[in-house]
């Protein structure tokens, strides 16, 4: 028979079709010598059994792919979760006859045209309510726990190429895309759609009253543990705290001037005298009615806190213009004054609670701008992660929303500032340089409240390197002295807080420490050792003789320590476990394939034992 070329092979093959042409090729590439292997049964029969030709052997002989060597179409699972258990439900095949998205959900609501589209494959519960929320807990976070791994690997086939998995959720096909080919889309979302309006029909196992008893349970649960979790790390007290510090200083205004106004009928030169709304309110409750007070000094200078200030009230006091006051009316003005000064004192607590919660939350912002003004900017923002998200251009107009509409409006200039206003940067800028220092304050808040935002340790460095810098600026502007860069200040302040970590994790190991060396001292004194005398235990020392020394073997020249037992018994041992070893391995090899000889070999054996109790082995 005549060698045919290769290229006489292509031109043969693509006269081909179907199934004849695809194993024509693979015939001619394994056997290139025999042109006309496509024409006998055996070698057909045989193809068969083959898995079909790749891509590139088909690129290789310059054939072209046919719709019937086409890739089979892939097994499409569904993974739904719900609240009592995971479900794995697997799309049969069926004619999409819906062209319109529409149709495709009208379809879904039909449970018969579901039931043809979708079947329950693998069907699980949950243990309890407390594993059903870990289970949601980590679904919502985009984690894939070990039960949810474990009834996949269970329950979809091995081989990956075969079938696609469609999940819901992208962070949770995300956490599974390493282990399991992942399929999210519209029509995954439809048909998970259309899985959760038919769930109780499609898994008969399930009540639908245990299914609503279980979704109303988790649901309450998954709620309380989401709102016990503060994300922002406690910044909604600040917001709260910020708005009743403004409402504490509204009222103690008024009820101070009502204070006054009210007194002033009976001691009016006080008014004049002193000028603090809670020293007045003291003062007037030391001094009560004029004609009655014995004149205690020492009382009016602690109440208002000076002692030119009491010496002038004790002055005014015995030529006071004012009129008579009975006694029911001087009880009413003090219980009022010392409401006010209750009120004082509670915005004092609060204002210390509020410095000690922005060291905790936002610290460099409030070592910034103060904590005060700080906390304004978090409350107006709705939270230090929204504030952490604003540009520097909203951060410098936050809180002026309605001058910038009306100049939006208008087409006028927009304003400056807003809330940092009250900055006390802006106070000691020039008028004409108010503009420049708050948009670089902003600039500087900004920055501050995302470092507070997304790092893990509170430090203050940054907020006090990012204050040098505003300072630093304001100098710039009015003298012209050169700054430093912004590069330069943030490697101090990153070199700063490494050394502070350092410091941080030396304390910790002290501690740890000196809390193990307190135990292990707590654990030997309770059975302290008794002290012998010296003379004793020198005795003894000449009593005792000196041990011999043991002569070590020159064989052994793996192990350097002292061996438990003598060599010669060291290698009988060795030699009887071999010889234990081969005989099992070797009878199990002559029993298994029936090789003749069995007697031969048990001989060889013993003999080997026997050179291993020798210790030639």
């Known amino acids: 028979m005549a060698q045919v070329s290769p290229r006489q092979d292509r031109r043969r093959s693509s006269s081909l079709n179907g199934d004849k042409r695809r194993l024509c090729d693979v015939f001619c590439d394994v056997f290139r010598p025999r042109p006309r292997l496509q024409a006998t049964g055996i070698a057909i029969g045989r193809m068969k059994k083959k898995k079909p030709i790749c891509a590139a052997a088909q690129d290789d002989l310059g054939g072209e792919s046919s719709d019937e060597a086409s890739e089979a179409p892939m097994t499409t699972y569904l993974l739904y979760e719900s609240a009592a258990g995971y479900a794995l439900f697997l799309k049969k095949e069926f004619e999409e006859t819906a062209e319109t998205e529409e149709e495709v959900q009208n379809s879904l609501l039909d449970p018969k045209k579901v039931s043809k589209i979708i079947s329950l494959h693998a069907w699980t519960q949950f243990r309890d309510a407390e594993d059903a929320l870990n289970q949601a807990n980590s679904v919502a976070a985009g984690i894939a726990t070990e039960e949810l791994v474990n009834f996949l690997e269970m329950n979809l086939p091995k081989k990956k190429k075969t079938y696609q998995l469609g999940v819901y959720d992208p962070e949770l096909g995300k956490a599974l895309a390493e282990q399991f080919p992942i399929a999210h889309g519209q029509s995954v979302k439809e048909l998970l759609r259309g899985c959760r309006l038919h769930f109780n029909r499609l898994v008969k196992d399930l009540n639908e009253g245990d299914l609503d008893k279980a979704r109303l349970g988790l649901g309450h649960a998954f709620s309380r543990a989401r709102m016990q979790l503060d994300p922002n790390r406690q910044d909604k007290p600040i917001m709260n705290t910020i708005a009743l510090l403004d409402?504490?200083?509204?009222?103690?205004?008024?009820?101070?001037?009502?204070?006054?106004?009210?007194?002033?009928?009976?001691?009016?030169?006080?008014?004049?005298?002193?000028?603090?709304?809670?020293?007045?309110?003291?003062?007037?409750?030391?001094?009560?009615?004029?004609?009655?007070?014995?004149?205690?000094?020492?009382?009016?200078?602690?109440?208002?806190?000076?002692?030119?200030?009491?010496?002038?009230?004790?002055?005014?006091?015995?030529?006071?213009?004012?009129?008579?006051?009975?006694?029911?009316?001087?009880?009413?003005?003090?219980?009022?004054?010392?409401?006010?000064?209750?009120?004082?004192?509670?915005?004092?607590?609060?204002?210390?609670?509020?410095?000690?919660?922005?060291?905790?939350?936002?610290?460099?912002?409030?070592?910034?701008?103060?904590?005060?003004?700080?906390?304004?900017?978090?409350?107006?923002?709705?939270?230090?992660?929204?504030?952490?998200?604003?540009?520097?251009?909203?951060?410098?107009?936050?809180?002026?929303?309605?001058?910038?509409?009306?100049?939006?409006?208008?087409?006028?200039?927009?304003?400056?500032?807003?809330?940092?206003?009250?900055?006390?940067?802006?106070?000691?800028?020039?008028?004409?340089?108010?503009?420049?220092?708050?948009?670089?304050?902003?600039?500087?808040?900004?920055?501050?409240?995302?470092?507070?935002?997304?790092?893990?340790?509170?430090?203050?460095?940054?907020?006090?390197?990012?204050?040098?810098?505003?300072?630093?600026?304001?100098?710039?502007?009015?003298?012209?002295?050169?700054?430093?860069?912004?590069?330069?200040?943030?490697?101090?302040?990153?070199?700063?807080?490494?050394?502070?970590?350092?410091?941080?994790?030396?304390?910790?190991?002290?501690?740890?420490?000196?809390?193990?060396?307190?135990?292990?001292?707590?654990?030997?004194?309770?059975?302290p050792k008794k002290k012998r005398p010296a003379a004793e235990v020198q005795e003894e020392a000449e009593e005792a003789p000196a041990p011999k020394k043991k002569k070590s073997h020159s064989c052994n020249l793996h192990n350097t320590r002292k061996s438990p037992w003598p060599e010669p018994v060291v290698w009988r041992k060795r030699a009887a476990e071999a010889e234990e070893e081969l005989t099992r391995l070797i009878l199990c090899l002559l029993l298994s394939s029936e090789v003749p000889g069995f007697e031969f070999v048990l001989d060889w054996l013993t003999g080997c034992a026997g050179i291993a109790e020798r210790g030639i082995v």
């Open 247 to 527: 409402n504490l200083d509204k009222n103690i205004n008024t009820f101070a001037m009502r204070v006054r106004e009210w007194y002033a009928w009976h001691f009016p030169e006080l008014t004049k005298i002193v000028t603090d709304n809670i020293a007045y309110a003291k003062v007037s409750r030391v001094v009560r009615v004029r004609d009655n007070f014995e004149g205690d000094k020492e009382a009016v200078t602690e109440a208002c806190g000076s002692e030119d200030v009491a010496d002038e009230i004790l002055k005014a006091l015995k030529m006071s213009m004012g009129q008579d006051i009975v006694e029911m009316d001087m009880k009413n003005i003090d219980h009022f004054a010392s409401e006010v000064i209750k009120l004082a004192d509670m915005r004092k607590t609060l204002h210390e609670y509020l410095k000690a919660k922005m060291d905790l939350v936002a610290p460099n912002l409030a070592a910034l701008i103060g904590e005060i003004i700080g906390a304004r900017l978090i409350s107006h923002a709705g939270s230090l992660t929204n504030l952490a998200k604003y540009p520097a251009s909203t951060v410098q107009i936050l809180g002026a929303e309605k001058a910038l509409f009306r100049a939006i409006k208008t087409k006028g200039n927009t304003p400056k500032y807003g809330l940092i206003f009250h900055s006390t940067f802006i106070g000691r800028a020039q008028q004409k340089n108010k503009g420049r220092i708050s948009r670089y304050l902003a600039n500087k808040c900004s920055l501050a409240s995302r470092i507070d935002c997304f790092s893990d340790e509170a430090t203050t460095v940054f907020g006090e390197k990012l204050k040098d810098q505003v300072e630093e600026r304001l100098t710039f502007l009015s003298e012209g002295t050169t700054p430093r860069k912004n590069l330069e200040v943030m490697q101090e302040a990153i070199k700063e807080v490494t050394k502070l970590r350092k410091k941080r994790a030396k304390k910790a190991k002290a501690a740890a420490e000196a809390a193990a060396a307190g135990e292990e001292v707590e654990e030997g004194a309770v059975k």
